[in-house]
Each structure stands twice: as structure tokens, then as C-alpha cells.
């Protein structure tokens, strides 16, 4: 079954705590996004990643950092969270063209106290 | 990228029809028209997608207006399942991966 997983998908934590949210995708595709939703300003999105090694800013990027070491995971960090990076998160993957489908996964809601 | 407009709510009862329109006047020729709808707490899903032609799938219809200003979602019986937020999203062929997402219309399904 074409999936895309997050783990993990709820997660507590406190100011500074350096955390890691895994993404990965079954599907082959070249194309990982990460994307936050609040409420009130939606989804909104943080990372991008064309392919391996290739990564880039998406809106709202800052506090926030990425990889691609593989072509199926794209991990989100987060080196020092803060309360403001409270959200829910979503992994998301696509091939290359615009007209294809993006695929997003289950969602992770952090809290960060 | 251009802006896509939608009703904040609509209401239908199950298994009667829901028409929920989206306006996009500032469309170029080179967007497509995507619909993805995000159920309770779950990550946004595809619906379908066209560009200047009607298109049909098992989940929905999409009806495109001639001068593509303007699209129109179809489901033909609505079910609880629907309840959802639908987003209408325009995205060109050639580019643009990320999907911007406005604030999409929330359905609600009465029993």
C-alpha cells in the first residue's frame, strides 16, 4: 500500500530539547515537503527536497532543519524547540510533476512546553 | 501563484448531492485545478484534478467553467465520511511542488 508514515505521531516536550520527527515514503518519490498547520493560518510549508541531498526553504522555515540522505525519509528537526513551534505536522511526497498527486501522512501534533 | 476563493462552510444532508464551487479569476493557462479535502484529524488526501475538461473519478466530479474562472467539486451522494475540509488548490504543470493551501471549505454532512 502506497504510504506515507510519521513517527512519531504525538509528541510532548520541553523548550530546548532537541527532537526529530521521521517522515518516509514507500513510493519512490522524488519529492518530500514538510508542512505545519495552525489554526487560523492553515498549512504552511517548511521544507522542501527535490530529490537526495537536494533541500530548500519553504515559507516558514526558520528554527526548523531537514536531510535527505535517502531517497524515502526526510527527517524534520528541530536543534532548540520553542513554544511557538507547538503545531501539527505533516510529511508530504510527490513525483516530479506538478500535476501529480502529493501524498501526506497521518499528521504528528507537537507541543513544546 | 494565483488565489483561489471558496465558501468557509456549506452544509448538506447525507446522500443528497454537494456542489462546493471554487472561484480562481486570476488562473493562467498553464494551472491545474486541484481539489484535496482533509477529514478530522488526518493529513490532507487528493480528490481529483483537471484542466480544462471535465473530469470524473470514483470519489468526485470536477466541473470547470469554459473561461476556467471558476470550478465546481461534485460529490453525487454525500455520506458522513465526507464531512471534511475541501481545499481548491491551482498548481502549474511544469513547477511548483508546493501546494498553498487557502482555507478551504468545510463541509458538513447532516445524518
Known amino acids: 500500500e502506497a504510504q506515507v508514515t510519521q513517527n512519531p505521531r504525538y509528541l510532548i516536550t520541553v523548550t530546548g530539547k532537541k527532537l526529530t520527527v521521521t517522515c518516509s515514503q514507500n513510493?519512490?518519490?522524488?519529492?518530500m515537503s514538510w508542512y505545519r498547520q495552525d489554526p487560523g493560518l492553515g498549512l504552511r510549508q517548511i521544507y522542501y527536497?527535490?530529490?537526495?541531498?537536494?533541500?530548500d526553504k519553504g515559507d516558514v522555515p526558520e528554527g526548523y532543519k531537514v536531510s535527505r540522505k535517502e531517497k524515502r525519509n526526510f527527517p524534520l528537526i528541530l536543534e532548540s524547540p520553542s513554544p511557538n513551534q507547538t503545531s501539527l505536522y505533516f510529511c508530504?511526497?510527490?513525483?516530479?510533476?506538478?500535476?501529480?498527486?502529493?501524498?501526506f501522512g497521518p499528521g504528528t501534533r507537537l507541543t513544546v512546553l | 501563484d494565483a488565489k483561489t476563493t471558496q465558501p468557509n462552510s456549506m452544509e448538506s444532508n447525507e446522500e443528497e448531492p454537494v456542489h462546493l464551487p471554487c472561484n480562481h479569476s486570476?488562473?493562467?493557462?498553464?494551472?491545474?485545478i486541484h481539489w484535496y479535502r482533509q477529514l478530522p484529524s488526518q493529513g490532507p488526501e487528493y480528490v481529483i484534478h483537471?484542466?480544462?475538461s471535465n473530469v470524473n473519478n470514483r470519489m468526485a466530479s470536477l466541473a470547470i467553467a469554459e473561461d476556467r474562472k471558476s470550478s465546481t467539486l461534485i460529490l453525487h451522494r454525500a455520506t458522513l465520511r465526507d464531512a471534511a475540509v475541501y481545499y481548491c488548490?491551482?498548481?502549474?504543470?511544469?513547477?511548483?511542488?508546493?501546494?498553498?493551501f487557502g482555507s478551504g471549505t468545510r463541509l458538513l454532512v447532516r445524518p
Open positions: 527536497s527535490m530529490n537526495v541531498e537536494v533541500t
Open positions: 508530504a511526497s510527490s513525483s516530479p510533476r506538478g500535476t501529480d498527486t502529493q501524498y
Open positions: 513510493m519512490n518519490h522524488e519529492y
Open positions: 488548490i491551482l498548481r502549474a504543470a511544469d513547477s511548483s511542488y508546493k501546494l498553498i
Open positions: 483537471g484542466l480544462t
Open positions: 486570476t488562473i493562467s493557462g498553464t494551472d491545474y
